[in-house]
């Protein structure tokens, strides 16, 4: 649907952000000054910690147009945010959209990207308050900050894991990775990467995965507010980099139980049919699922965390150990927790 | 002093991160969680509202290394998001700094880039609180967001302006402009431009302008504290573009006097040598100065302001009018205002 003409350079950046405005729902009362002035105001629930943080897609090492559509690219761009605000244990309320466009860009893409956006926002209740767009001469990179609340010694942080701890996963593992996988198999082939998916539906479910991870919001929040948990990190960077994060910053080690990991059925099919170990697959998933150490006479609020976030599953995968090894036990033996996932180094 | 091999592709985001954090002052008791979790945590101030804006520099479109320095860049990215909170009349507390590398800069740009944000966190009493550095592909981009706080009513929108207000500037117009186009013309001379400045030294503290355009923090925080202003925006769209703003938002016209317009010394010089008319320079200066109405019955307390924020120059530049027009008197007749900057159109 690309019309001549019809792109971000000609359009210019008043026209794109009207463009975005006329379609944002209306605003809670606490948004004081939304978009369109120098700055965003808003009325902080009062008595709260404020939760901030920012995380960037840029196209090319984040996302590729072959895989996911405008829609996704938005949705994303807000999920992992969300998440780390759900890492927290605190609620989302605002977000920044910071946007950088080739000129080339066509408007349409702007107006699926806004679609996805506020396809999550509505779901996790989150307001989007202003930003910034600008151009760019190189890839589109969509910039997000969210900022939420927690209350006072309800923060779920990483440090706070003790040997003893059990250590959970939300969902399922390696979903997003094997849909990803699956996606860049079919470059080139009959089925092109946005429009059909793979026939077999677990497979399926991965490349949704991949295009939309739904953030914990809730758990996140659950887990905080009942402090069921001792520790929480998100697995943006993947599981074993999560469990070596809660492991350094909490001065622990942690053993991990190999044949408790969830990996995804879909998952688990594709690699094993590609010869990839499971454990390797489940270590390096980024599934934006969360990783959260309970101590064990916590475990009566964990269930009750449970008990309201109907639907989502929580897996123990291991304990917090008192020693600096971050171990997986396999059958009678032990390995060495695989290496993570690094920025720089990996590609999509 | 780049060795080979010292750039950020190898170093990681890791070691990057690492080298961030060790160079940070302490900070204040109110940073609950600092940078290194999943999210920042802070305490808001108590009964205050909450300032948020998100501004980025983008190589090649913002900056050009030609020009400024690792250091310049690095104050001028955290400068912009000081002006948009000060234009609020909030006070800046918190930054969030997303840093997209490529991965043959070195790290020694990161340093610098660091050392320049610092200068001014440490002048504006703004805390790095947390962020995200990430691989990129394309151009450097240095997207930060700042939080603030303002007490209730005593916001500086841009929508509160009366016909019959006085319309005022802080600092000297075009400065950065002709900065920017000394440097232009000193590509492929003798002098280098991010080495030797200028001779003359009016013009040389337009080139300094141009690299770090000091945020008028002080003023706009007290114009919101005393409520001395209806209006206010900054200039970093260009004065033309702050008056229309304001108009458009307040429902109301403006009529400027060309011959009250503070162009910098160096700036009138330098345009008038080229034949650039000294209205359409400073109508296009984005100075990163602050644009504001007062009503005549608060000229009072637009004194007191300008008593307590030594040294910055307040300048009245026009009135507001009741119907739409947007003009500025020359002499006996009046030309319409300049259309103003577009980032889509414009380049460094």
């Not at 998952?267 to 697959?281: P, S």
């Not at 006479?297 to 965390?305: C, D, I, K, Q, Y």
Request: aromatic share 4%; with cysteine.
């Amino acid at each position: 649907m690309k019309s001549p003409g019809n792109d971000a350079g000609r359009a210019g950046e008043h026209a794109i952000i009207g463009r975005i405005l006329g379609r944002l729902p209306a605003a809670p009362a606490s948004l004081v000054v939304g978009p369109g002035d120098d700055a965003a105001v808003w009325t902080p629930p009062r008595g709260s910690l404020q939760v901030l943080t920012t995380d960037a897609l840029v196209e090319g090492v984040h996302f590729d147009w072959r895989f996911s559509s405008p829609a996704d690219v938005g949705y994303k761009a807000l999920a992992v945010n969300v998440s780390d605000v759900a890492a927290m244990g605190g609620a989302p309320h605002l977000a920044l959209l910071s946007l950088m466009l080739p000129p080339e860009i066509p408007l349409d893409t702007v107006d699926g990207l806004m679609d996805g956006l506020l396809v999550l926002a509505a779901e996790a209740r989150v307001t989007l308050a202003g930003g910034n767009i600008t151009r760019t001469c190189g890839p589109m990179v969509i910039d997000m900050t969210v900022v939420g609340s927690a209350r006072p010694r309800k923060l779920l942080r990483r440090d706070g894991a003790q040997p003893g701890d059990f250590i959970y996963v939300t969902g399922a593992l390696g979903a997003s990775a094997a849909g990803l996988d699956w996606l860049r198999s079919s470059v080139g082939t009959s089925h092109p990467g946005t429009e059909a998916g793979p026939g077999d539906p677990a497979l399926a479910a991965c490349v949704a995965r991949y295009r939309r991870p739904g953030p914990r919001a809730r758990v996140g929040a659950l887990l905080g507010r009942n402090r069921a948990a001792s520790a929480c990190v998100d697995l943006s960077d993947g599981l074993a980099d999560a469990v070596r994060q809660v492991a350094a910053a909490s001065g622990t080690g942690a053993l991990l139980d190999g044949s408790a990991l969830p990996l995804h059925p879909g998952a688990r099919a594709w690699f094993a049919a590609k010869g990839v170990d499971a454990v390797e697959a489940a270590a390096a998933s980024d599934d934006y699922e969360l990783l959260f150490t309970v101590p064990r006479r916590r475990l009566g609020r964990l269930r009750a965390v449970v008990r309201e976030a109907r639907g989502v599953v929580v897996t123990r995968i291991g304990e917090v150990t008192a020693d600096g090894s971050l171990e997986i036990r396999e059958g009678e033996g032990r390995r060495q927790l695989p290496s993570g996932y690094a920025h720089f180094t990996n590609t999509i």
